[in-house]
């Protein structure tokens, strides 16, 4: 996976990129990680208890969700490169500060959507989903930790929805940021969201996918990917990629909870 200033594909924070094989090499030419949620606004974490960052060696990368007492869910991007170390990878959660007042919880176990495909670039791949489960019953009992539940149905066109991370508040800017970002995002068809992404063919728009959109500016970027699209008070979408400049200039896209393939693979690790 490659870093680079074209299509933001929302996850590791280049900066602190571990592995730099894995992760992106500066360009012009193709997808990259994403950081915090541009034009946003600041909010807690106990509005949304089920948010939490992803450290690599204890480097944040990315965002996750909570779904069960054991297991998170996150981007196929995010952990590929981690998948055979899980004991390089904790999750932190608990707190609206980046490193301060929250719990760090050990990764057990990596598990990517088996059709995930890491050489997708300069696009995202589809099926961009992975569970990390932790020791049994790790987010039970935490402090501002709790599960969301996972969306039953196809999202509408027009649905306001909303994203939150700890991702770059701009293309250039640093992440993670210190405090828990949140921002309203409406959902467009598969159709508006394919004729939007139709001037980089490197990025197909599938039906296991779902988009969004608000003006503004507003947009997911850097170290965001990973993280949550709520509709609804359900988890519908988990952050997959977005535009070069993190300005809303075209739809961000989302793997779909709801979509057969993607909700069977979590049934399978997360039994839910």
């Known amino acids: 996976?490659?870093?680079?200033?074209?299509?933001?594909?929302?996850?590791?924070?280049?900066?602190?990129?571990?592995?730099?094989?894995?992760?992106?090499?500066?360009?012009?030419?193709?997808?990259?990680?994403?950081?915090?949620?541009?034009?946003?606004?600041?909010?807690?974490?106990?509005?949304?208890?089920?948010?939490?960052?992803?450290?690599?060696?204890?480097?944040?990368f990315c965002g996750a969700s909570i779904i069960t007492a054991s297991h998170a869910l996150t981007a196929g991007h995010c952990v590929f490169p981690y998948r055979n170390t899980p004991s390089r990878v904790t999750v932190y959660g608990g707190s609206t500060m980046s490193n301060v007042g929250g719990t760090l919880i050990q990764a057990v176990r990596i598990a990517v959507h088996p059709s995930y495909n890491p050489n997708a670039f300069p696009g995202t791949s589809d099926y961009d989903a992975a569970v990390v489960t932790v020791t049994a019953n790790g987010f039970s009992g935490r402090r501002n930790m709790a599960p969301i539940p996972l969306q039953t149905a196809e999202v509408s066109a027009g649905t306001r929805c909303h994203v939150?991370?700890?991702?770059?508040?701009?293309?250039?800017?640093?992440?993670?940021?210190?405090?828990?970002?949140?921002?309203?995002?409406?959902?467009?068809?598969?159709?508006?969201?394919?004729?939007?992404?139709?001037?980089?063919?490197?990025?197909?728009?599938?039906?296991?996918?779902?988009?969004?959109?608000?003006s503004n500016g507003v947009d997911t970027c850097k170290g965001d990917s990973g993280g949550a699209l709520v509709c609804g008070g359900r988890l519908s979408g988990i952050i997959s990629f977005t535009n070069p400049t993190c300005n809303s200039a075209w739809p961000a896209g989302f793997a779909k909870i709801v979509a057969p393939t993607i909700r069977s693979f979590i049934r399978g690790i997360a039994g839910v």
Request: hydrophobic content about 40%; aromatic content about 10%; charged content about 15%.
């Open 164 to 214: 939150v991370g700890w991702g770059s508040t701009n293309y250039n800017g640093p992440a993670p940021t210190n405090d828990l970002r949140y921002a309203n995002m409406d959902v467009v068809s598969q159709q508006t969201c394919a004729r939007a992404w139709a001037s980089f063919p490197a990025q197909s728009v599938t039906s296991n996918m779902i988009c969004a959109k608000y």
């Open 1 to 60: 996976m490659k870093c680079v200033i074209g299509l933001v594909l929302l996850g590791l924070f280049c900066n602190n990129a571990v592995r730099a094989d894995d992760t992106a090499k500066a360009g012009t030419d193709g997808a990259s990680q994403s950081g915090r949620i541009v034009n946003g606004v600041g909010t807690y974490i106990t509005d949304h208890k089920y948010a939490l960052s992803l450290r690599f060696d204890n480097q944040f």
